[in-house]
């Protein structure tokens, strides 16, 4: 990894329209030592990976303000900038003034000769004002050798000019600002749930130090701090509650509608509010480091990344401009109506084209979040909307994941205090749900597990560990049989009686004979056999359960659930394996795990979706974290999947379609300069508010 490389993320101000961030990224990857570059109109930002050694950040701040355009400060992200709203006003009225001013000329005989010329002034006054942001775009467009709407608005401006058609112009330039802002309006909606994060980020806390409460900015807590959060007031940071209860309203990181009750030690979100608890936490992760954080920099990461599709429509867009260029040459030429040529150029430009894409995925990415649902690129969601196959890891994910221990069975001369003893001191060092499980169930009966002098961890079948020169072997029957271990016939008759009762059994060896067998259980998640249900009401036609548990509970689980099929008694890269072959055989594969020993199937499916309560696990694993642990909202996530590879479909289509009829309805004449540059912008507001229906999708 080469250490030099460094990444930003700049907020740029001035951009009108997909083509203005096109020429930024254009301008920015011609700098030595800028490796990749992605401006987004749609969020008004710019990621920049660049070579520290051969450039810095601040040049390329530079580069981008030599291009009239601003970079916001942090600080300053949620202020509002008034002065398009006022020009496309002024702009509007001065018009107004114009027609008005010619409708009287003609009306009235008795108006003053020197009035008469209103018309022209005003309309004169209106172009000064309106086409200087216009036309500073289309310089800088140039320059940078690149051609855009606003240089074939403003060629279309001199033109009008030239024939001494005033008003036509500035109607032009009039039309052009208002689109440009409503387009702005109305994107910025797809940025919502974002800005609400955001928002949602308190600036100070009240932490507690040397026994006074004091008031400190948010950037002053420290891990460890006691931060106290009063009544209504909103948690700066992650911890663990010390308070023994505490009700909390932590929609904006879980996507629930309803306050939850915490206890004591439970996890405590940034973001958070106290509906009406006063409680206290331990500051556990600050600044940066909290979920929230993380939050925010995963969904403003996945929004500035371009799905396949949109990068073919990028390509697309490139060669289709010097096209209608020729085109519009050619019926200049026949036509000898230059302003016909110049209107082709403003209808064709395919700026509704180019934002068909991004325009949908923020809006898809912005309403999964708004759910709990956290997309970490707009290739996840367009792959979605392919899906054909689901998998589901079972413990942790159809199970809760917190088995408990049902009975300890004792053979030989070892007592259930010394099984549970024996189990325990190996599962020391383990993070295994099922160690967890002995673990608790040893604290319980008082025991203190003593840690072995030596231990294997075998991976999928157990662990094998040495005490005082004797080996002892915990673990699943595969475990037991490679190393040929005595099981004499009751003990494999009572394990195969507790696997028929979905019972998970670990056996516990000592040298070369088992001596006791732990059972376990692990209920099944509320809502699992309504998510099954829902899925295949979605059409979904290939439902399979992988599990490394034994063959019996795998069968039995399915089979309550409705799982077409299972495959028991995996390892991890037996999934991995399998999912390979699904793959092979021209699937579509979700896999569906924990995020703690799924990662490498997450990776290896088209979509990874990884259940996690907000835990950092769920956050670093798979191409989808779900916030909460609710196995209902695959369907959902599905289903939003779906509707916006819909909504780019439909957009493109709507996009080429358009921009070919109105070629045509130019081309002979039935539709004029002012038309042209109203159906222009009637066609991206289109694709823009096709897109925000997302948001809304129930």
């Known amino acids: 990894m080469n250490t030099k490389i460094s990444k930003t993320i700049l907020k740029i101000k001035g951009m009108h329209c997909v083509s203005c961030a096109q020429d930024i990224e254009n301008a920015l990857k011609r700098l030595n030592g800028v490796a990749k570059v992605n ?210 309203d932590q929609s904006v990181i879980t996507g629930e509608s309803m306050p939850v009750i915490k206890h004591k030690t439970e996890k405590v979100f940034a973001g958070s509010i106290s509906d009406g608890s006063y409680f206290e936490i331990k500051a556990t992760q600050v600044g940066k480091d909290t979920t929230l954080s993380r939050i925010q920099k995963l969904v403003q990461e996945a929004q500035s990344k371009k799905a396949p599709i949109q990068r073919l429509a990028d390509k697309f867009a490139k060669y289709f401009v010097p096209g209608v260029l020729f085109t519009a040459l050619l019926i200049g030429l026949a036509t000898s109506d230059i302003l016909r040529a110049i209107t082709i150029l403003i209808v064709a430009c395919p700026c509704a084209f180019v934002i068909a894409t991004p325009v949908a995925v923020v809006a898809g990415i912005g309403r999964g979040a708004k759910r709990g649902i956290l997309i970490k690129s707009g290739e996840y969601l367009e792959n979605l909307g392919k899906i054909d196959t689901v998998i589901f890891d079972k413990t942790g994910t159809l199970t809760w994941g917190k088995p408990r221990v049902l009975e300890i069975k004792r053979f030989r001369d070892h007592s259930e205090k010394e099984i549970i003893e024996l189990a325990a001191g190996l599962e020391t060092k383990s993070e295994h749900h099922l160690a967890q499980a002995i673990l608790l169930k040893a604290k319980e009966l008082g025991i203190q597990p003593k840690e ?35 099981l004499p016939p009751n003990i494999a008759s009572y394990i195969q009686t507790e696997e028929h009762k979905e019972h998970t059994v670990v056996i516990v060896a000592h040298n070369e004979e088992a001596c006791g067998v732990i059972c376990l259980s692990d209920e099944l998640r509320e809502g699992a056999k309504i998510t099954i249900g829902n899925l295949k009401n979605l059409g979904i036609k290939t439902i399979w359960m992988m599990t490394g548990d034994n063959k019996t509970i795998a069968r039995n689980i399915s089979k309550d659930l409705g799982i077409d099929k299972y495959f028991a008694e995996m390892l991890p890269q037996d999934k991995v394996e399998m999912i390979k072959e699904i793959q092979n055989s021209g699937k579509k594969v979700i896999m569906i795990g924990d995020g703690i020993n799924d990662a490498p199937s997450l990776v290896q499916a088209d979509v990874g979706i990884a259940m996690g309560s907000g835990t950092e696990i769920a956050l670093e694993s798979g191409d989808i974290a779900l916030m909460k642990d609710d196995l209902t909202k695959i369907p959902e996530v599905i289903k939003l999947g779906r509707k916006a590879a819909a909504v780019i479909k439909q957009n493109l289509t709507f996009a080429l379609g358009f921009n070919f009829l109105m070629f045509v309805l130019v081309s002979f004449g039935i539709i004029h300069m002012i038309g042209g540059a109203v159906f222009h912008q009637i066609s991206s507001l289109v694709v823009i508010l096709n897109a925000v229906r997302l948001l809304y999708l129930k």
């Open 39 to 248: 401006v987004s109109f749609i969020n008004g930002q710019a990621k920049v990976k660049y070579d520290k050694s051969q450039i810095d950040l601040e040049k390329i701040k530079k580069r981008v303000k030599e291009l009239e355009y601003g970079i916001e400060e942090p600080e300053n992200r949620l202020k509002t900038n008034y002065i398009p709203v006022l020009r496309v006003i002024l702009v509007g009225l001065l018009l107004l003034f114009s027609w008005l001013s010619g409708y009287f000329k003609w009306q009235m005989d008795f108006i003053p000769l020197h009035w008469r010329y209103l018309e022209d002034f005003f309309a004169v006054l209106a172009i000064a004002i309106g086409w200087w942001p216009i036309l500073k775009n289309a310089i800088n467009t140039l320059l940078s050798k690149n051609l855009n709407v606003n240089v074939l608005v403003s060629i279309a401006v001199i033109a009008a000019l030239f024939v001494d058609a005033h008003k036509e112009a500035a109607t032009i330039i009039f039309i052009m600002l208002l689109g440009e802002f409503l387009e702005n309006f109305t994107v910025s909606k797809t940025s919502q749930a974002i800005k609400k994060i955001i928002e949602l980020a308190p600036k100070k806390a009240t932490v507690k130090r040397d026994g006074k409460e004091i008031i400190v900015p948010i950037k002053e807590v420290r891990v460890n701090d006691l931060v106290i959060v009063k009544p209504g007031e909103q948690v700066g940071v992650d911890g663990k509650l010390l308070t023994d209860e505490a009700q909390i």
């Open 452 to 486: 072995p002098q030596s231990i294997e961890i075998v991976k999928g079948k157990g662990i094998i560990g040495k005490y005082n020169h004797s080996t002892f072997y915990l673990g699943n029957l595969a475990l037991i049989q490679e190393h040929k271990i005595n």
